[in-house]
């Protein structure tokens, strides 16, 4: 299994942008399907956005649309998550995920620790 290390979150007001980064270890990163999730006290973990190995294709949630954009760097072993115009409601632990499925897929194999991202009103 891959192993992940998410960075990048922290605290933000309303309207803001922040950019996570997800490090994997291993040499074959780029046969791996990556995701992040999020999860708010409370609430369910749910799916944030995808991309293929190559980052030809993506998919983001339709909550996040237009404001959050999925990237990956194969030779860096690295998956961004652009977030632009932050709102309250996105205040979650995100979470990066690993997978050799599809970017539709609602099960993932590994996991990193998680990285907080607080929007303030």
């Not at 299994?1 to 490090?23: H, K, N, T």
């Not at 994997?24 to 991309?51: H, L």
Request: aromatic share 10%.
């Amino acid at each position: 299994q891959v192993q992940l290390v998410e960075s990048g979150g922290g605290l933000v007001q309303a309207g803001g942008s922040l950019r996570l980064s997800c490090a994997a270890s291993g040499r074959t990163f780029s046969t791996y399907i990556m995701a992040w999730f999020r999860q708010a006290p409370g609430k369910e973990r749910e799916f944030v956005a995808a991309i293929s190995y190559n980052g030809i294709r993506t998919r983001h949630a339709d909550s996040v649309k237009g404001r959050f954009t999925i990237s990956r760097d194969n030779a860096k072993n690295t998956v961004y998550l652009q977030m632009n115009s932050l709102k309250p409601d996105d205040t979650a632990v995100y979470y990066c995920a690993a997978d050799r499925g599809s970017i539709y897929s609602g099960s993932f194999g590994s996991w990193g620790p998680g990285t907080q991202v607080t929007v303030s009103s």
